[in-house]
């Protein structure tokens, strides 16, 4: 019995978080005294998996896979979990894996715990704790479930380092057209920016900068930091920036390292949406907007005026 972990990638480049997982992965195996195994679909080099503990890796090549299909990749983990006998699954909290982890539990006749933080702290019984009450509260969860599905929440355990000499062999996998009732016509993606699930730093700015002529500071401030842009829901419905990027709790998750909030002020929806990130910084004229009580530092001041020499406080501190 081991433990499978799926390590998702990207046009065949693992993201951050694949490293998050298998370093989880491997610490529960050792928790349980077993082994981990590690399942990639078209990946382009595994070898980076063994430094955070993969001790075996399956490699699933598939062209009818090139296009993320939730019913097709939950097969695929499926007939892994079943070649390597494995009862307890690791996911993160992807987008895509998101649609692939209750459809699994399913399959598996598996329970799910979503918004995982930490390891578990007993084994017998399992028992985890997740991020409840969007993310102002945690919960001890006991699965008695034979096979178990964790959802690593991002950003919450972190990568750390356990090299092993591990190995890796092709994983056939069996698939029928029931695995793709539902297919991708068109996938558009951003270029040349990084993307708000795969961003350590994310700079996020509100109706507080009065339109949308005034985006260019925002994403001059995220390209110095290597950060990701976002916004308020009240800016993308307003048509001032792209719907992808409204963060909050009707929009996407945020659990950056850094999120820099810009004339937001700080909606309970916008809030239970970025809570987890580490360090909040808040920026706003307004010394009574309620995200200065849920920030880490706060600038009481015109982002026209505060922005700009950040910017360039920032490009001086590069430079040196």
């Known amino acids: 019995m081991s433990v499978l972990v799926f390590a998702d990638s990207s046009e065949g480049k693992f993201k951050k978080s694949a490293f998050e997982v298998v370093s989880y992965g491997k610490r529960v195996a050792e928790q349980l005294g077993t082994t981990v195994a590690v ?91 997740r991020k409840a009450f969007s993310n102002k509260g945690f919960s001890n969860t006991v699965m008695n479930t034979e096979n178990k599905i964790i959802g690593v929440a991002k950003n919450s355990y972190g990568v750390h380092e356990n090299p092993v000499a591990g190995t890796s062999e092709s994983f056939d996998v069996t698939l029928s057209e029931s695995d793709f009732g539902v297919t991708s016509e068109k996938v558009e993606k951003a270029s040349g920016k990084v993307t708000i699930a795969d961003a350590d730093s994310v700079v996020s700015a509100g109706r507080g900068l009065k339109g949308p002529e005034n985006w260019g500071m925002i994403e001059e401030l995220a390209e110095v930091l290597g950060a990701a842009t976002a916004c308020s829901k009240p800016v993308s419905d307003l048509g001032w920036r792209p719907h992808g990027e409204h963060v909050g709790q009707t929009g996407k998750p945020v659990a950056s390292n850094l999120y820099i909030a810009i004339g937001i002020s700080g909606a309970i929806q916008h809030l239970a949406g970025i809570n987890a990130s580490k360090v909040k910084v808040v920026i706003n004229t307004d010394p009574e907007a309620p995200f200065f009580k849920a920030a880490d530092y706060g600038i009481v001041g015109d982002a026209f005026e505060v922005i700009p020499v950040l910017i360039e406080k920032l490009k001086a501190f590069k430079a040196a």
């Open 39 to 129: 399942v990639t679909i078209n990946a382009s080099d595994v070898s980076e998996l063994y430094t955070y503990g993969a001790e075996k890796v399956l490699i699933v090549s598939n062209e009818q896979l090139k296009t993320f299909n939730a019913k097709g990749y939950t097969s695929v983990l499926q007939q892994a979990a079943t070649a390597e006998n494995a009862s307890i699954v690791v996911l993160d909290s992807s987008i895509n894996v998101l649609h692939v982890a209750p459809m699994l539990a399913v399959a598996m006749n598996a329970g799910y715990a979503s918004n995982v933080v930490a390891l578990p702290s007993e084994v017998a019984p399992f028992t985890i704790k």
